[in-house]
């Protein structure tokens, strides 16, 4: 478990973070990370909407029949 950190270390972790990436870098590691935490809820957005848009068009049960698929039991092997 993690310490309880206190003003004056978290103080000091920022400065360590400063000397070894330099402002400028941090400043694109947060945008690189905020473009990649909205490129996840992107695509977590649309892969609920092309699941609602494939229950309402009809599921796997219309893809059964329209591509005339066979039936697969669990306990066929």
Not at 15 to 35: C, E, K, N, P, S
Not at 53 to 60: M, T, V
């Given at each position: 478990?993690?310490?309880h950190?206190?003003?004056?270390e978290?103080?000091?972790?920022l400065?360590?973070?400063?000397v070894l990436?330099?402002?400028?870098?941090?400043g694109r590691?947060?945008?690189?990370?905020g473009?990649?935490?909205?490129?996840?809820?992107?695509?977590?957005?649309s892969?609920d909407?092309?699941?609602?848009?494939?229950?309402?068009?009809?599921g796997?049960?219309?893809?059964?029949?329209q591509?005339r698929?066979?039936?697969?039991?669990?306990?066929?092997?």
């Amino acid at each position: 478990m993690l310490p309880h950190l206190g003003t004056s270390e978290l103080i000091i972790v920022l400065i360590i973070i400063i000397v070894l990436f330099g402002v400028g870098r941090i400043g694109r590691l947060g945008a690189d990370f905020g473009r990649a935490i909205h490129e996840f809820r992107k695509a977590v957005s649309s892969d609920d909407v092309e699941k609602k848009k494939f229950k309402a068009w009809g599921g796997i049960s219309t893809l059964k029949k329209q591509y005339r698929l066979p039936e697969i039991s669990s306990g066929s092997r």
